[in-house]
Nanobody, 121 residues
Framework: QVQLVESGGRLVQAGGSLRLSCAAS????????MGWFRQAPGKEREFVSA??????YYADSVKGRFTISRDNPKNTVSLQMNNLKPEDTAVYYC????????????????WGQGTQVTVSS
């Protein structure tokens, strides 16, 4: 069992930056792919970014603006979000899984409760 707790979401103006963090507890953190997904009102949950086995992955919509990183000894994964846009407004979720199909939310086994990011124009 892995417990995930996200933090860092808040209201920010367009063009601003935020850093989301996800603290994990439970099983060996380093064995998991860690992903960030987001869900805007009325929309399906979508892939944002993932990190695993030394590689990072990004959705086209955030490439060049967001950076994912992890600290295995501290059991944390972070998402640095720069140049935020109103369309980035969503609840952001941290997830952990063992599948390399990182873009598919169904392959993740554990989820956090989410943190709200709101970007005003």
């Amino acid at each position: 069992q892995v417990q995930l707790v996200e933090s860092g979401g808040r209201l920010v103006q367009a063009g601003g930056s935020l850093r989301l963090s996800c603290a994990a507890s439970g099983r060996t953190f380093s064995n998991y792919y860690m992903g960030w997904f987001r869900q805007a009102p009325g929309k399906e949950r979508e892939f944002v970014s993932a990190i695993g086995w030394g590689r990072t992955y990004y959705a086209d919509s955030v490439k060049g603006r967001f950076t994912i990183s992890r600290d295995n000894p501290k059991n944390t994964v972070s998402l640095q979000m720069n140049n935020l846009k109103p369309e980035d407004t969503a609840v952001y979720y941290c997830a952990a899984g063992t599948s390399s199909v990182y873009w598919n939310s169904a392959t993740y086994d554990y989820w956090g409760q989410g943190t709200q990011v709101t970007v005003s124009s």
